[in-house]
């Protein structure tokens, strides 16, 4: 059973950066795409980033587009969401999502993906 574990949220000020961290234990990571969502109260989730099984292929939210870069270490079992230049708009709960995928399948919808974490919190206010 793939298991996914969200770290590196918190507090930030506005312009200020974080590292998301996903963790995945239970099988190989390479073998599954991996996107980023968040829910921000009273809102429905949406897709932030993704990133295929390679590495090779990502896509973005337009909302997030040149401040958030996704990225991924398989021999490490993670995959990382660098945000940059936050807005107080970006404050949600942060999900990493997996789906087993072929070379170079993405995608931002979240039905796509079968295994979900349960979210690490990022707060963005003066």
């Known amino acids: 059973q793939l298991q996914l574990v969200e770290s590196g949220g918190g507090l930030v000020q506005p312009g200020g950066s974080l590292r998301l961290s996903c963790t995945v234990s239970?099988?190989?990571?390479?073998?599954?795409?991996i996107g980023w969502f968040r829910q921000a109260p009273g809102k429905e989730r949406e897709g932030v980033s993704c990133i295929s099984n390679n590495g090779g292929n990502t896509n973005y939210a337009d909302s997030v587009k040149g401040r958030f870069t996704i990225s991924r270490d398989n021999a490490k079992a993670t995959v990382f969401l660098q945000m940059n230049n936050l807005k107080p708009e970006d404050t949600a709960v942060y999900y990493c999502a997996a789906e087993v995928a072929g070379t170079n399948w993405i995608s931002l919808l979240e039905a796509e993906y079968d295994y979900w974490g349960q979210g690490t919190q990022v707060t963005v206010s003066s």
């Open positions: 239970g099988r190989t990571l390479d073998y599954y795409a």
